[in-house]
Nanobody, 122 residues
Framework: QVQLEESGGGLVQAGGSLRLSCAAS????????VGWFRQAPGKERERVAG????????????TYANSVKGRFTISRDNAKNTVYLQMNSLKPEDTAVYYCAAGSTQGSSTFWGQGTQVTVSS
């Protein structure tokens, strides 16, 4: 059974940082691309970052939404079956539930986690 579990969310002041983790089990993790998505109340879900599959211990090509480029960094540690999202210079508009999803390509999201809340206060 495939499971993705997000952690690391919380309440932070504007300008602060958080690191989200997405821990995977039940799949050969290095063969999967992983994306981070977010959804704020009343808004559509937005893909904020993605990282391709990587046969090495880490690495993979990355993509970012314009809204987070230069502030967020996605990375992976295949030995730990975990993908991270380092979020710096957080803004109130970054407030949302953040989800990770894994798929065979960066364009697919077959498996989803349950999400972690990020709240940025002004």
């Amino acid at each position: 059974q495939v499971q993705l579990e997000e952690s690391g969310g919380g309440l932070v002041q504007a300008g602060g940082s958080l690191r989200l983790s997405c821990a995977a089990s039940g799949l050969t993790f290095r063969f999967y691309a992983v994306g981070w998505f977010r959804q704020a109340p009343g808004k559509e879900r937005e893909r904020v970052a993605g990282i391709s599959a990587s046969l090495s211990a880490s690495g993979g090509s990355t993509t970012y939404a314009n809204s987070v480029k230069g502030r967020f960094t996605i990375s992976r540690d295949n030995a730990k079956n975990t993908v991270y999202l380092q979020m710096n210079s957080l803004k109130p508009e970054d407030t949302a539930v953040y989800y990770c999803a894994a798929g065979s390509t960066q364009g697919s999201s077959t498996f989803w986690g349950q999400g972690t809340q990020v709240t940025v206060s002004s």
